[in-house]
């Protein structure tokens, strides 16, 4: 059942006050009582809006530093009665208890503070446990009482009072789904932190939210709803960049701008200039040069076909130079730590293009957790933070790999951990030549890398195939030595896999008899 209900008396308790003053006053201009406590309550009275201590409603005083001050009969008896219930009433009655009309009400900054890098006992402080449940009675109450928890709703609900009067049912309601919203991400990111802190990673409830950024067009599909949420991590990417121009990204484009931009932050951008092109969230070209013109023409001799339509991502600021060269070819969306006023002006002139930049490269060492949704549950795993780089190298063959090898098996193989499996990659001179990516078999993939790598070959006016004199990656061990030789065939030399089948014995030999090198990472990299 709903009500019309004129707000007279207001309930105000909030972590962040932002444009809390402006707020009162307006209820205060509309006959509404407040009552406050804490932080809040003398922040009131420093504006010299007139307001009524919570100790003064429940003849109690606050206690246990702040633990225990809204939790009492009084406030809940008020959030919670309904007003269409004589036995509430007459128990209101009884009990001298009035009713609460809107709550204000924000929480601790938990995850600020965990952020901040505070100790056990300060994080643990910083769990709000009135606010919540206050939260949850008024928003429970909703036919009676408005639940306000974010101040960027003040202006809205100030808009209905001087309508209406009031708040209506339906914002009442809307307001509510959102305040259990919020205190169920609150309670998520408490539980995640117990988890992650006590090394509990089989908790047996998960919890996982964040907040909405963006309402999309459609995903994947036109007939897709979709939106953005930011879980509320500081972790550099797509979700923290600024978007400098461009129309809104969609669905596709930050799926596909998170992978480019996970993958070109790999490559230290002390070491190497490195750019990665992304179509469908598989690289179709990854280059590392000089300078990340070089970088972006070795990206895009591997496939200049798949480039058109993708997403360019960049290790270092972008300049003039490759600027230039990045908007010879239609792209959708580039993402970079920085770029030059000089580069600003070359995108200027392609309005439609979206341009990010993260102020830094993303961490791919960080810790974390990845989630996939699947028919009446949730995968759940820790984050693929581990690359070549990590692996002690073992080579198993009777040739050894030259220098230069494994220089580019080490860039195949960083490669591949971010390709769709089967993922088979092959390298020259530091960029990638030829991408397999997403077959249902290792030799498909070896294959469909081939085949492309000589259609780039041909639009470059070359003969044969730009895996000739290469060396190759796999994301996963050679179950037969088929996949192998279909490398060999294509013109690679040196291969680096992870081990581990039951045929390596017999992978190894048809590499010796190839004379190929060979080195096992022990590490795999499937990636669904």
């Known amino acids: 059942m709903s009500f019309s209900v004129t707000i007279k008396r207001a309930l105000l308790s909030v972590s962040d006050k932002t444009g809390l003053a402006d707020f009162a006053r307006h209820l205060v201009a509309n006959g509404v009582e407040l009552i406050s406590t804490g932080g809040t309550k003398k922040m009131l009275e420093d504006e010299n809006i007139p307001v009524?201590?919570?100790?003064?409603?429940?003849?109690?005083?606050?206690?246990?530093?702040?633990?225990?001050?809204?939790?009492?009969?009084?406030?809940?008896?008020?959030?919670?009665?309904?007003?269409?219930?004589?036995?509430?009433?007459?128990?209101?009655r009884i009990h001298q208890i009035s009713n609460i009309d809107m709550l204000v009400s924000n929480l601790y900054p938990f995850v600020a503070t965990v952020k901040s890098g505070a100790d056990y006992d300060t994080v643990i402080e910083n769990i709000d446990i009135g606010g919540p449940a206050m939260i949850r009675a008024a928003a429970k109450n909703?036919?009676?009482?408005?639940?306000?928890?974010?101040?960027?709703?003040?202006?809205?609900?100030?808009?209905?009072?001087?309508?209406?009067?009031?708040?209506?049912?339906?914002?009442?309601?809307?307001?509510?789904?959102?305040?259990?919203?919020?205190?169920?991400?609150?309670?998520?990111?408490?539980?995640?932190?117990?988890?992650e802190t006590l090394e509990f990673d089989d908790i047996p409830y998960r919890s996982f939210s964040g907040k909405l950024d963006q309402v999309m067009r459609y995903g994947e599909?036109?007939?897709?709803?979709?939106?953005?949420?930011?879980?509320?991590?500081?972790?550099?990417?797509?979700?923290?960049?600024?978007q400098i121009q461009g129309k809104a990204l969609s669905y596709n484009n930050?799926?596909?701008?998170?992978?480019?931009?996970?993958?070109?932050?790999?490559?230290?951008?002390?070491?190497?200039?490195?750019v990665a092109i992304i179509k469908h969230a598989n690289p179709c070209g990854v280059g590392l040069g000089a300078d990340l013109a070089e970088a972006y023409e070795?990206?895009?001799?591997?496939?200049?076909?798949?480039?058109?339509?993708?997403?360019?991502?960049?290790?270092?600021?972008?300049?003039?130079?490759?600027?230039?060269?990045?908007?010879?070819?239609?792209?959708?969306?580039?993402?970079?730590?920085?770029?030059?006023?000089?580069?600003?002006?070359?995108?200027?002139?392609?309005?439609?293009?979206?341009?990010?930049?993260?102020?830094?490269?993303?961490?791919?060492?960080?810790?974390?957790?990845?989630?996939?949704?699947?028919?009446?549950g949730l995968l759940v795993q820790s984050r693929d933070n581990k690359s070549v780089a990590d692996c002690d190298l073992n080579v198993v063959t009777k040739r050894q790999p030259t220098e230069q090898e494994m220089l580019d098996l080490k860039v195949a193989a960083i490669v591949a951990k971010h390709v769709k499996s089967n993922a088979v990659i092959y390298t020259k001179d530091g960029a990638t030549v030829g991408i397999g990516a997403g077959q249902m078999s290792r030799v498909d993939s070896s294959r469909t890398a081939h085949r492309k790598s000589k259609d780039a070959a041909k639009a470059m006016?070359?003969?044969?195939?730009?895996?000739?004199?290469?060396?190759?990656?796999?994301?996963?061990?050679?179950?037969?030595?088929?996949?192998?030789?279909?490398?060999?065939?294509?013109?690679?030399?040196?291969?680096?896999?992870?081990?581990?089948?039951?045929?390596?014995?017999?992978?190894?030999?048809?590499?010796?008899?190839?004379?190929?090198?060979?080195?096992?990472?022990?590490?795999?990299?499937?990636?669904?």
């Open 52 to 92: 009524v201590d919570v100790a003064e409603v429940t003849g109690f005083p606050e206690i246990m530093d702040g633990r225990v001050k809204t939790l009492h009969p009084k406030i809940h008896g008020g959030l919670l009665g309904r007003r269409d219930s004589d036995s509430h009433k007459s128990a209101m």
């Open 142 to 195: 909703h036919a009676a009482v408005t639940v306000i928890v974010d101040p960027d709703d003040y202006e809205k609900v100030m808009e209905e009072i001087n309508e209406h009067g009031e708040v209506p049912l339906k914002s009442r309601q809307r307001f509510a789904a959102k305040a259990y919203a919020r205190t169920a991400a609150y309670d998520a990111a408490i539980s995640s932190w117990f988890a």
């Open 221 to 242: 599909n036109p007939h897709q709803w979709a939106a953005f949420y930011k879980d509320g991590s500081d972790r550099v990417g797509v979700a923290t960049a600024e």
């Open 254 to 274: 930050i799926n596909d701008t998170d992978a480019a931009f996970e993958l070109v932050s790999e490559f230290d951008p002390k070491e190497h200039a490195a």
């Open 298 to 376: 070795k990206a895009l001799r591997c496939d200049p076909v798949s480039a058109f339509g993708g997403i360019v991502a960049l290790n270092r600021e972008i300049d003039a130079d490759v600027a230039e060269k990045i908007v010879e070819v239609f792209t959708e969306v580039i993402i970079a730590p920085s770029a030059t006023p000089q580069a600003l002006a070359v995108f200027e002139a392609k309005k439609n293009l979206r341009l990010l930049l993260t102020g830094d490269l993303t961490n791919t060492k960080a810790e974390g957790l990845t989630v996939k949704s699947v028919s009446g």
């Open 461 to 528: 006016k070359q003969k044969g195939a730009l895996t000739e004199g290469s060396v190759v990656a796999s994301d996963a061990f050679f179950p037969f030595a088929d996949g192998l030789l279909a490398a060999v065939d294509a013109g690679a030399t040196a291969v680096i896999q992870p081990g581990g089948s039951i045929r390596d014995d017999e992978v190894i030999a048809a590499a010796d008899e190839a004379g190929i090198a060979m080195v096992f990472t022990g590490m795999r990299h499937f990636r669904h």
